[in-house]
């Protein structure tokens, strides 16, 4: 029996700024735990992990969403990270680094968000080739409506 491949989709979004990216990553997380899933979100550094984190506490009023950094000691639905192989996570993972993490098709989905930057453009635009290069399924989701 074969494990499924990993499916990809790509949230495009119309802002220019990494807050706007950050605050798409809580809701997709949120949206995610809502749903029943573990959720990994992928960072570039721990003063990244360190904001987002922060973010998640405040960014809505009226929810909570469980989590933490990876290396704390307790494991909560959703957590951040920044550096390799977070061993016990496979479900969802949302990356927000680059280049994406070589432990990707560990996960069922990967969600990555495009914001218009040219930097982070770039990025994903490679994130993008790299994935259908290899015959992953991708699917992208244009919110700049």
């Known amino acids: 029996m074969s494990t499924p491949m990993t499916a990809i989709d790509f949230y495009i979004l119309g802002h220019t700024d990494e807050l706007a ?5 809580c809701r997709l997380s949120e949206k995610a735990y809502g749903e ?13 992990a360190q ?10 009023a009226e929810s909570f969403l469980p989590h933490n950094l ?3 000691p307790q494991s909560a639905p959703v957590q951040i990270g ?7 996570h496979f479900d969802v993972m949302i990356n927000l680094s680059s280049p994406q993490p070589s432990f990707f098709s560990r996960f069922a989905r990967v969600l990555e968000i495009v914001i218009q930057d040219e930097t982070v453009l770039e990025q994903t635009r490679q994130h993008f080739k790299f994935y259908k290069d290899r015959g992953y399924e991708v699917t992208h989701r244009d919110l700049r409506g």
């Open 21 to 25: 990216r950050f605050q798409f990553a």
């Open 36 to 48: 029943g899933h573990q959720v990994y979100v992928h960072v570039e550094n721990a003063e990244q």
């Open 51 to 60: 904001r987002l984190d922060d973010l998640m506490w405040s960014y809505k």
């Open 70 to 72: 990876v290396n704390e």
């Open 82 to 88: 920044w550096q390799d192989h977070p061993a016990h």
